[in-house]
């Protein structure tokens, strides 16, 4: 099935503790997003990366690095995870010409303890 | 500084009862306007996009409608599988393909 998948769905992680959410689209997209969702915040952008080799802080980047490996793959990674960054993940891909906008992964379920 | 309202935040519907959702956007140069509907444990799903004041899609019972200010997602006739988090976005001329989103209406329509 084409789209976006995201791994791994659920997470519970102690504070301090590191972690890498994968991300993987089959579309070709040239354009990657990672966004984290809060209730009453809606969706907030994290990094993107425009395209392979490239990526770029979004509005909310402090505590996450991130890594464009591929044009399929971009990676989200929490070196020290605190209780602020408990949220739901979204992983999305896109293409400037296309009319869709974003095309969504699933989402990850990340609990800090 | 851009910004995208939802209203309202939670709307309860009778099956059947038709209503409108509300986003009122403020962007310096609007490329596009994006609905998503969003169900409970999944990612946003894309609806529609709209260009241009005066455009209209329409998909089922919904209809979305977009001004200079704001776009309407009409709800005809709706029925319970229509219960979701319809989420409203805007991409910038300015900032293209980053999307701002507001933070959604959550609709339930009970039989």
């Known amino acids: 099935n084409a789209g976006v998948t995201q791994t791994p769905k659920f997470q519970v992680l102690k504070t301090g503790q590191s972690m890498t959410l994968q991300c993987a689209q089959d579309m070709n997209h040239n354009s990657m997003y990672w966004y984290r969702q809060d209730p009453g915040m809606g969706l907030r952008l994290i990094y993107y990366?425009?395209?392979?080799?490239?990526?770029d802080k979004g509005e909310v980047p402090n505590g996450y690095n991130v890594s464009r490996l591929n044009k399929r793959e971009f990676s989200l990674r929490l070196e020290s995870a605190a209780p602020s960054q408990t949220s739901v993940y979204f992983c999305?891909?896109?293409?400037?010409?296309?009319?869709?906008?974003?095309?969504f992964g699933s989402g990850t379920r990340l609990t800090v303890v | 500084e851009d910004q995208v309202t939802q209203s309202p935040e939670a709307l309860r519907l009778q099956e059947g009862e038709s209503s409108s959702l509300n986003c009122s956007y403020t962007v310096s140069g609007l490329r596009g306007l994006f609905w998503y509907r969003q169900d409970p444990g999944k990612g946003p799903e894309f609806l529609f996009t709209l260009y241009s004041a005066g455009e209209e899609k329409e998909k089922e019972r919904l209809k979305a409608t977009l001004t200079k200010k704001e776009s309407f997602l009409h709800i005809t006739a709706p029925k319970p599988e229509d219960s979701a988090t319809y989420l409203c976005?805007?991409?910038?001329?300015?900032?293209?393909?980053?999307?701002?989103f507001g933070t959604g209406t959550r609709l339930q329509v009970f039989p």
């Open positions: 990366s425009a395209s392979e080799g490239t990526t």
């Open positions: 999305a891909s896109s293409e400037r010409s296309d009319t869709y906008g974003y095309t």
């Open positions: 976005a805007v991409e910038p001329f300015y900032n293209t393909d980053k999307l701002i």
